[in-house]
């Protein structure tokens, strides 16, 4: 298969890259399973059903949450009625929503994506590395998975290191999200999990992590917070990981980063051949 993940979408500037360019990455690369970050999309702040839609519509076969999850309080209600929407799976017991759900690819694929929030500089949740190993024990990689994508939703990626070496093996990708800034470590593990601590956010780069650049400034300068952030609307680049896993494990066979527009170097994944 041919998977296609794409990190935090920041504001209108991430939602209109995705929408102008993901229909034609799809028809480019044949990719068989696209998953979609979308915790900041409206407005940088969580994701409203329109905006999810929205992700859909352009390709996302999963759209993942994260710390933003509750933002838009929508988001309480209309996850309850989607079955390609995660959140954190480690989050609070009674929480809305779903953190693992096994979603058709486009071929037929049976696609387990997990997502967990960690715990280094986050908000406290429950532990991740439990969490997820409970899920894919429900559904294993190769028996009842042909691929599982875990979304790592994490600030440190010392924790995002250590996810991929617990789950090297036993799924097909470990991606990190939340930090918005793409890392340059992608690469397959010793056992064949796919890893990449950051994806990167799909927005404008000319700004702090997706935000107009003046507040955080003045944050940093006197401590004050003086005005809202808002979100930079500048052209965006859209980031991500592409992988190929095999058909009949499930592991990954090539990671390669995927980053087109903007004002961020370019990347675009080769494939070999089936
Ligand atoms: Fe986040
Ligand atoms: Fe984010």
């Known amino acids: 298969m041919r998977i296609l993940f794409l990190g935090d979408v920041m504001g209108r500037a991430g939602r209109h890259a995705v929408s102008e360019r993901l229909p034609g990455l799809i028809a480019r690369f044949g990719f068989d399973f696209i998953v979609v970050n979308g915790e900041n999309a409206s407005h940088g702040r969580g994701l409203t059903e329109d905006h999810y839609k929205a992700l859909r519509a352009a390709g996302a076969d999963a759209v993942t949450l994260g710390d933003h999850a509750w933002d838009q309080r929508d988001t309480l209600s209309y996850i309850e009625r989607e079955t390609s929407l995660v959140r954190p799976i480690n989050f609070p017991s009674g929480a809305p929503g779903r953190g693992a759900m096994l979603i058709a690819g486009r071929g037929g694929h049976q696609v387990l994506v997990?997502?967990?929030?960690?715990?280094?500089?986050?908000?406290?949740?429950?532990?991740?590395?439990?969490?997820?190993?409970?899920?894919?024990?429900?559904?294993?990689?190769?028996?009842?998975?042909d691929a599982i994508i875990v979304d790592?939703?994490?600030?440190?990626?010392?924790?995002?290191?250590?996810?991929?070496?617990?789950l090297d093996g036993r799924v097909s990708l470990v991606v990190g999200t939340h930090t918005h800034i793409p890392t340059a470590d992608q690469r397959i593990l010793g056992s064949g999990t796919g890893l990449m601590s950051d994806a990167g956010m799909c927005g404008d780069y000319d700004s702090v992590i997706g935000m107009e650049a003046d507040e955080p400034i003045e944050r940093f300068l006197t401590g004050i917070a003086r005005s809202r952030f808002i979100p930079a609307e500048g052209a965006a680049t859209l980031s991500g990981v592409a992988i190929q896993t095999d058909a009949k494990t499930g592991l990954c066979t090539s990671i390669q980063p995927v980053r087109i527009g903007g004002n961020m170097p370019q990347a675009l994944p080769e494939f070999a051949s089936d």
């Open 114 to 145: 997990v997502q967990a929030q960690g715990q280094v500089f986050m908000n406290p949740v429950e532990n991740p590395f439990h969490a997820v190993e409970k899920a894919i024990a429900d559904s294993p990689l190769g028996a009842v998975a």
């Open 152 to 166: 790592f939703h994490t600030e440190a990626t010392s924790e995002i290191g250590a996810m991929g070496q617990f």
